[in-house]
């Protein structure tokens, strides 16, 4: 089937804006992660929603970003009032609930705040 | 908290054999995983170790010793497509922390 998509691809904002990116996982997987990849970087953990559990926000750097997790299925991250510093791709991931340690990787969004 | 190291980058020829090494301070973990991503593209998952020992995947094997608190991807019969990055990562609790990442570049 089809693997995980993100929207948009890239997203060219202005400091201060709220930005909304997407994720659809495989389905039938019941666990998502967010992450976060500057340039020339790692992958730095956001967010993760397994079933119907409260999620793991451990890895949110600061209380403008959120997710929601709809149906158990897509996932929306919300940046609010961007800042530089948040440009990066952000990265969605999704894996079957036992097999955590092999993730499905979406495209990212390449996100630019001017 | 956790820290993975590995080596910001590796040079090697075509058909040679590398080794990326990923060493770890922490405890507790599930298993250690390797990822591969190439310029401009997601990560792919190459292996996985829930134990010591060595895992081979056709011309890619990884490595862990916790006992050492190191593991290493060794990559054979290098091919110019195999220029990419790799990343390790450990399993806690259901989600993974990722290492900081090789740059492998594969010359002709």
């Known amino acids: 089937g089809a693997g995980v998509s993100q929207s948009p691809s890239n997203k060219v904002t202005e400091k201060g804006k709220d930005v909304e990116l997407r994720c659809d996982p495989i389905s039938g997987h019941t666990a998502l992660y967010w992450y976060r990849q500057s340039l020339g970087q790692g992958l730095e953990f956001l967010i993760y929603?397994?079933?119907?559990?409260?999620?793991?926000k451990s890895g949110l750097p600061s209380d403008r970003f959120s997710a929601e997790r709809t149906g158990g299925s897509v996932s929306t991250l919300t940046i609010q009032r961007t800042q530089q510093e948040d440009s990066a791709v952000y990265l969605c991931a999704s894996s079957s609930g036992t097999a955590y340690n092999e993730q499905f990787f979406g495209p990212g969004t390449r996100l630019t705040v001017l | 908290g956790q820290s993975l190291e590995q080596p910001s980058e590796v040079t090697a020829v075509e058909g040679a054999i590398v080794q990326i090494n990923c060493t770890y301070q922490t405890s507790g973990f599930y298993g250690l995983s390797w990822y591969q991503q190439h310029d401009g593209g997601a990560p792919t998952f190459l292996s996985y170790n829930a134990l010591d020992g060595l895992e081979e995947t056709g011309r890619f094997s990884s490595f862990l010793s916790r006992s050492d608190s190191y593991g290493y991807l060794l990559l054979q019969e290098l091919q110019m497509k195999d220029s990419a990055s790799y990343f390790c990562?450990?399993?806690?609790?259901?989600?993974?922390?990722f290492g900081t990442g090789t740059r492998l570049q594969v010359f002709p």
């Open positions: 929603f397994q079933g119907n559990s409260a999620p793991d």
């Open positions: 990562a450990v399993g806690y609790t259901d989600k993974l922390i």
